[in-house]
Structures are given as C-alpha cells and as structure tokens.
C-alpha cells in the first residue's frame, strides 16, 4: 500500500465494529490535528455519559511521554485519545495507564499477534519491540470532575525510511499480520476492549488486573535500569504491587517506584 491511498478513519465504519457498544462512545475522527491529547484535553466534557473519543488520520505535534514528540505519516499509524472519568480524586488513579496498555494487549491477541508484551509503564512491545505507546494525562477543568486523557498511538505500515527514534526497535502491525486490520475496525476493537478492561478496573480497581499484566510483563526477574528526573536505580525487576508501582530489587532491598517521569531499560 502506498501512503497516498490509505485508509482513512471513519466514525460510522469504526461504530459498526462496536455494534451496539457505540452508543457508549462520542466519536469524532478528523483528517489532521496537532495532537489528539490536546485536543481532548482543552475541550470540555459533554454530560452525556458518553466517553469521548478523538481519532486523527495524522497528527502535526502528537505527544509522547517524557516530553518526546509521536511522530506520524498518514496510513503508518492509529493515532487516537479518549476522556475517561473516574471516582472524584486529586490524583491519578493507580494503575491506569498498565491497564490500557493491558486492554490494548489483549486486542492484539485476539488478532492473533503473538509474544506481546507490556514494558511498564505503558509501552506494547512485540518480541521486545514497541508497537504502540500509551500518554495518560489528568485534565481538569473547574467546576467538572477530573477526567484521564488516554492517547494511544500504534503502529500500522511505518515508512521503510522512518525516522523513529526508540531504544528497543520498533514494529509495525503489518510486521506481526498476514493480514492486519485497517484502522478502523483495529479502533472499534480497541474501544471495545478499553471498555471492558476500563469497567472492570472502575469496579476492582488495578488488584484485579494485575495478574494478567504480570503475565504480559516484558522484563519479568531480569536486571533493569530506572531513570528518573531525581533517581537512576539498578536491580531486577520484581513486578508490579496493587498500585501499578514497579517492584525492583535492589542490593539495599525491595524498592518501589511511581510511574512519574521514569524511564526503564534492559541493564
Ligand atoms: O510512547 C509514548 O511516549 C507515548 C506515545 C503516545 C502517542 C499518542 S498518539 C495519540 C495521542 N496524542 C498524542 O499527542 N499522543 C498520544
């Protein structure tokens, strides 16, 4: 497929794979914007219930974590945010983004997608590539309750010349698929399986999860790195306890570490 005649989201196709799901969902696809988080983020909440969700052929300044840019082409990849609101609290919810990258696991999965993994905190990894990227943000405007802005990016068909920077490689569905799904029916089974992974932890919070991304946890019992803004620590990695915090054993014993601005590699 050339980049010019991909194809292009669209919210009525990207319904009828949710069936009568959609109902739950406000979809709005546009061809281009800056970044589908910020856009979320600076428009207010409808009160309708509905989950809002913005998806976007390309983005011109798309967010990744760490302050880094999520770069995109038209047709290479799934760029969308959705605003989800929780149980009135000043922060966010413990564990959020591991079970988006869970909801996304579990859709490649029942693509067929084999050895996919969850990079804590929140990237999907494909045989120790990034396949996709997870930006959770709190938006919070006065007056309403506080809302996570979850952007997801994933990666289609990426030019043979692209210029991604990542120091684990990086995949592409169509790497992974004989035949991979177009964008918009990759999106209704996304959105669906966000809501299903979305009600459950609403109801049980992250401890009911956490097995299944343990199961899926890409650096298992082998020596990593953290670093941090204040802290670069060394040791194996343990898993994740009932907050999503990252277990790590260290020679001064077991430490805990917060998803904040943190970063994890292989030692
Ligand atoms: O791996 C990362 O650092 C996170 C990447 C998140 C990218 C997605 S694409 C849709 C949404 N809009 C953005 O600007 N960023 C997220």
Redesign the pocket.
Known sequence: MSHSDFEALDAGAVAAVLGELAGQFSLAVVPEC?????RLMETPADDDGRIAVLA?DR?T??????G?S?L?WPGA?L???LRWHFMPAPHMPAGLSLVVGLAVARTLEELGVEGVQLKWP??VLIHGK?L????VELSSSRGRPPAAVI???LNLRLPADAQVESATGVTDLAACLAAPPGPNRLLGLLLGQLHHFLDLYAAAGFPALRAAWQQRNAFADLPVRIFGEAQELAGTCAGVDDDGALLLDTPEGRRRVLSGEVSLRLA
């Not at 800056?34 to 910020?38: E, G, I, L, R, V």
């Not at 996709?132 to 930006?135: D, E, T, V």
């Open positions: 800056d970044s589908t988080n910020s976007a983005q300044a798309g967010r990744g974590r760490r880094r999520w995109s990849g760029t969308f945010s929140n990237d990034k996709a990227g997870i930006l952007g997801i990016g």
